[in-house]
């Protein structure tokens, strides 16, 4: 009688195994064969079609393992020992513990492995088969990101998904494009925190707007919630200043296939890349503001936070009350006295100092009105247009109508057609639903209020950080309390070195 026997496939997709001699139909006829020839009844298959070998936990091997714990198969054959696995300690559990203590036997047929009839009284050779598999999946892995770290140094993107914003270029997987959608959205966010709208704030607004977070959007949700650190991640992230981001995660290893955070040193970053969405202006300035600390027991954001560095050594100034007032010393004489003097300078005064300096430049430059209007068009909520909403509009209904000729034709099943119009139904009610709620939008301040918002903004009888934040690439104070405030635009005069001392 002959005895029952399962078979076990594996192809993996990632480490060059795809060529005919190992496909899993091939794998299937040569264990089949050898059954028959060799008096086995075969009673299971299981396989794991594009499943990597350094990692055990897959459908099909688990569906396996499941059977032979509960009793149902006695006896399994691979035509590899490298189809079982290629994590040299994982399989080799397997083979000389587990199956041992189930009563499992297994057969590895091209390499002539049988746990019946191995050794256990010497060094069993498959021990060096196991770890020459680790060895070639470890190399593969090795071969495979070289070859992606290559690609993405040339600034060819290599992600599944866009960044939010953007969209794969249909003429080039490699390449982005700005997303009609979600493009304005990110320059929106940008907008807003440079008015001086905390992150927890814009996140509510968008709440409020109806505006779906990307992972809502991924899977076709509407509305959501944004968390601030997904707007911190799109305020930091280069790509969207044209600087094509890659490797910000990675995998732990080629045998652990979980992801981890990789420092920002370590990103890889393509410069003009594709079309940004920002200036590198404005996404310096917003860099500035994220980077910049609190003054500790304050509730508001100190107007100078993370603009004072000391002139001796560039490092930054942080304050220290002494007494009645609070000064401002360099941190690399906070730590060590002997690398830096202090160069201290009261923090009010220089407050004082900054706005005397600023308020003339700002006041001869900047026509208070202009910058209202500027500014009210730029906090008004987004308004679709009409026009391209209509366009749009138009494609869903010709999509649909594709779709039911298609039906029509039996180039697609009724299930298929069904899930289409779904998806086709909500994309349009969704577009009406912005449209509506766009229009229920409030209009925002007024222009006779900005005005005087604007006017006050300019004298800088509140100096506001957000502000000097644009204005100042930073104020530096060396020794005696000379003071060099380096400007983020022209000086006076047309000065090039945009920056004055006093």
């Known amino acids: 009688m002959s005895e029952p026997i399962a078979l076990y496939l594996r192809l993996s997709a990632a ?39 350094t990692d055990f936990d897959r459908p099909g091997f688990q569906r396996l393992m499941a059977q032979l714990q509960s009793g149902r198969i006695r ?41 019946q009839t191995a050794s256990r ?14 060895l070639y999946a470890k190399d593969c892995s090795a071969k495979v990101l070289r070859a992606k770290r290559t690609l993405q140094r040339e600034g060819k993107f290599l992600g599944g998904q866009a960044p939010y914003g953007y969209r ?38 968008l709440e409020d707007e109806g505006i779906p977070p990307p992972a809502a959007r991924r899977a076709g949700r509407e509305g959501g919630r944004w968390s601030t650190a997904t707007l911190r991640r799109i305020l930091t992230l280069p790509t969207y200043r044209g600087a094509l981001t890659q490797h910000v995660t990675e995998m732990t290893s080629y045998k652990v296939h979980t992801r981890r955070a990789v420092p920002p040193e370590q990103w890889v970053v393509c410069e003009n890349a594709h079309p940004p969405l920002v200036s590198g202006e404005e996404f310096r300035q917003v860099q500035n503001l994220l980077g910049s600390r609190r003054y500790a027991g304050q509730k508001a954001e100190h107007p100078l936070s993370g603009l004072v560095f000391c002139a001796g050594c560039g490092a930054r100034m942080y304050p220290h009350r002494v007494g009645r007032y609070c000064y401002f010393i360099c941190g690399t004489y906070a730590r060590d006295p002997a690398r830096c003097t202090a160069h201290r300078l009261r923090e009010d005064l220089l407050e004082q100092l900054v706005a005397g300096q600023l308020r003339p430049l700002l006041q001869a430059a900047a026509d ?37 000729a298609d039906r029509l034709e039996g180039l697609i099943g009724a299930g298929e057609y069904a899930a289409a119009a779904a998806r086709l139904q909500r994309k349009e009610e969704e577009l009406r639903r912005r449209w509506q709620t766009a229009g229920q939008a409030p ?28 204005l100042l690439r930073g104020i530096f104070v060396g020794e005696n309390g000379r003071v060099e405030l380096r400007l983020a635009f022209s000086g006076p005069k047309g000065e090039t070195e945009n920056s004055i001392t006093f």
């Open 168 to 205: 794969i270029d249909p003429a080039d997987k490699y390449h982005l494009l700005p997303e009609e959608d979600t493009a304005p959205v990110v320059q929106r966010i940008y907008r807003l925190f440079l008015a001086g709208e905390t992150l927890g704030r814009i996140a509510r607004r």
């Open 15 to 53: 480490d060059g195994e795809g060529g005919e001699s190992g496909s899993i139909a091939n794998q299937r006829a040569f264990l089949h064969r050898w059954a028959a020839e060799n008096g086995y009844r075969v009673v299971a298959e299981f396989q794991d079609d594009g499943y990597t070998g």
């Open 443 to 470: 209009s925002g301040p007024s222009l006779d209020w900005l005005t005087r918002r604007v006017e006050c903004l300019l004298a800088l009888e509140q100096p506001d950080r957000p502000l000097l934040g644009q």
């Open 121 to 134: 009284e010497s060094l069993d050779p498959s021990v060096f088969k196991f770890l020459l598999n680790e």
């Open 75 to 115: 006896c399994f054959a691979t035509t590899d020992l490298s189809r079982l696995g290629r994590n040299c300690g994982q399989a080799l559990t397997l083979v000389e513990e587990t199956f041992q203590r189930l009563g499992v036997r297994y057969i590895a047929v091209n390499d002539g492995y049988d746990t």
């Open 368 to 404: 208070p009105a202009r910058l209202a209007a500027c500014l009210q068009h730029q906090l008004c909520p987004d308004r679709p247009d009409p026009a391209r909403l209509q366009a749009r509009l138009d494609r869903l209904e010709a999509q649909r109508r594709q779709a039911y």
